[in-house]
């Protein structure tokens, strides 16, 4: 008499990702604060559970040639910013922070913002310490320290650091830059 040996089934249930799945993002990016996030490009280019995992909904691509991998599950704005010391930001912070402002106002308190460039060093550094200065009504010297602070490895040029200085010095930065309305 053959003993009979039980049918050993395969989970037919997909699993969604690996379990031992590193969190390539928290490599790539630091949280700024609630619902901001500043990164390099690798940060962008993570799988599309890890931004989820995240809450990261909207992304701004700070240059040239850096690719959207996800335009059907993420709302992108493309700065086609160079990073040169003559290149005006300036328009780029503004429209940035227009967009953050819109996005934040027509999701949910969970809906996060990540600003990235190729490094994560200066383009999108200053476009972030824009932000900050407006929102915050910070001083550069300020904002600057808070974004330092949150990531080590910024390294804005002196062109970009000229012109936030110049950016500090407009008195109402809520009227060069009218509220959003949702």
């Known amino acids: 008499?053959?003993?009979?040996?039980?049918?050993?089934k395969e989970d037919s249930k997909e699993v969604d990702k690996d379990p031992k799945e590193k969190d390539d993002f928290l490599e790539n990016a630091d949280e700024?604060?609630?619902?901001?996030?500043?990164?390099?490009?690798?940060?962008?280019?993570?799988?599309?559970?890890?931004?989820?995992?995240?809450?990261?909904?909207?992304?701004?691509?700070?240059g040239f040639g850096i690719t959207m991998s996800h335009p059907k599950d993420i709302t992108y704005h493309r700065l086609k910013c160079i990073d040169l010391p003559v290149y005006d930001i300036t328009n780029d912070i503004i429209s940035t922070i227009r967009f953050i402002e819109r996005q934040k106002a027509s999701q949910n308190k969970d809906h996060s913002v990540l600003v990235h460039c190729a490094r994560g060093k200066s383009r999108s550094v200053t476009i972030v310490i824009g932000y900050i200065m407006w929102k915050h009504r910070m001083s550069f010297e300020n904002?600057?320290?808070?974004?330092?602070?949150?990531?080590?490895?910024?390294?804005?040029?002196?062109?970009?650091?000229?012109?936030?200085?110049?950016?500090?010095?407009?008195?109402e930065r809520s009227l060069f830059i009218p509220l959003i309305k949702p």
């Not at 008499?1 to 050993?8: H, L, N, R, V």
């Not at 990531?151 to 200085?165: D, M, T």
């Open 143 to 171: 904002a600057y320290h808070f974004v330092k602070q949150k990531r080590k490895i910024i390294s804005i040029n002196a062109g970009f650091e000229k012109q936030l200085k110049e950016f500090e010095k407009i008195k």
């Open 1 to 8: 008499m053959s003993e009979e040996k039980p049918e050993i």
């Open 32 to 62: 700024i604060e609630p619902q901001l996030w500043l990164g390099s490009e690798d940060a962008g280019h993570c799988s599309l559970s890890l931004l989820q995992k995240h809450n990261i909904k909207s992304v701004v691509v700070a």
